[in-house]
């Protein structure tokens, strides 16, 4: 989202290429499809409290790519009586998946899939990138990172004057539990926060606009459990978090047809100082995402936009 944000602005003034190791759009607004159970395993939705996001959803629901998620929300926890959680503002998801999302941004750009920018060189006036294998991806006047922070930190060159900036960041983990089932659960919900328990947020995935009717659940863990279990074996995580499921539901839970397991190793920046994009104008390098501003969708979007805006006036002097 950062970096599709971030191109969206420049696309009408600079030549801008988008490198993306993965196979598929979103990073953490991504989705895992079996069979014919899908499962948004990063972000679950996301809100719109700024002007310039606000102006983009708006946008986005015009189009179709997104439509308001209005489940039953609980808040339940091992041993006492769930209550309602009511949402006091819009809570959006894309359709079909959490990626369309980006997927429809990126229409018409320049985006190399499944390839991963490994080297950043000086050459010349500007920077040669290269990949896992040593090849040249081209040559470039500036670069951007739109990666968690250690990421960038690793990838940047040293002389980047955001590297104090980029190490100081630190994150928690998250594991993403994917549940698929051969028949309906009876939920009394569509999703749950979850208190004292491995378990943080429980979504029924079907009860999102525009999935296929299919029996599945999203478990996310709890940061700090997380970081407690980060090297554990994965049948381990996978069976501590199945029970965790079955402790704070007030239904019988069958064993899952379909289980997958994932770790997101940086799911949400600790702390409240965020750091702002970091633009080395000087050097031509510049780095963004969530981190800079938060921990929200709206917070990458914002990230990528804010830092266009200051590209684009560097570029028009």
Known sequence: MAGISLAKQLRDTARVTVFEKSRGYGGRLSVRRHADWQFDHGAQFFTAR?????????????????????????????????????WYEAHYVAVPGMSDVVKHLATDMDVHLQTQVSAIHRFRQGWLLQDEEGQELGQFDLVVTA???????????EQFAGQAALAAVSYSPCFALMLGFGQKLALNFGAAVVRESPLAWIAAQDSKPGRKD??????HSANPWAASMLEHDAEDIQAQLLNALREVTDIEVPDPEHIALHRWRYARVEGENFPGVL??????????????HGNRVEDAFLSGHSLGRLLLSLLRQ
């Open 50 to 86: 700024s002007a310039a996001f606000q102006q983009q959803v708006s946008a986005l629901l015009a189009s179709g790519v997104i439509a308001p998620w209005e489940p039953r929300v609980l808040t339940v926890q091992p041993g006492q009586k769930p209550y309602k959680r009511p």
């Open 147 to 157: 990666l968690p922070a250690p990421q960038c930190h690793a990838l940047m060159p």
């Open 214 to 219: 299919a029996a599945c659940l999203l478990l």
């Open 279 to 292: 633009l080395d104008a000087k050097q031509g390098l510049a780095a963004c995402g969530d981190w800079s």
